[in-house]
């Protein structure tokens, strides 16, 4: 079973900034795009930002369009979202996902993040 990581969720207050980082195993191969997703209370799993493997930003949401940063280390297999001057609507569980080439989906664990006003 793939097992894959997020970390550096926490508690900010609003303005703050955190970075979430994960790691994708060796054992993942043939992805075509890799991605952060957001899950806020009571409401289903949203694409925050999306990143194919040629460097390409092919998705970010609106609410986020110049505070969060996706990006990707591909010697150590290390996706990271910078996000900066976070507000309340961002706070919820943030996961990293990768799209494989024959159509699997991998997912991370959930990293929680919770900004105060």
């Known amino acids: 079973q793939v097992r894959i990581v997020e970390s550096g969720g926490g508690s900010v207050q609003t303005g703050e900034s955190l970075t979430l980082s994960c790691i994708f195993p060796?054992?993942?191969?043939?992805?075509?795009?890799h991605g952060w997703y957001h899950r806020s209370p009571g409401k289903q799993r949203e694409l925050v930002a999306r990143?194919?493997?040629?460097?390409?930003?092919?998705n970010i949401r609106d609410s986020v369009k110049g505070r969060f940063t996706i990006s990707r280390d591909r010697t150590k297999k290390l996706l990271t979202l910078e996000m900066t001057n976070l507000r309340p609507e961002d706070s919820g569980v943030y996961y990293c996902?990768?799209?494989?080439?024959?159509?699997?989906?991998?997912w991370g664990q959930g990293i929680q993040v919770t900004v105060s006003s």
């Open positions: 060796m054992s993942i191969r043939d992805i075509i795009a």
């Open positions: 990143l194919r493997t040629d460097g390409i930003v092919t």
């Open positions: 996902g990768a799209e494989g080439s024959d159509g699997d989906n991998y």
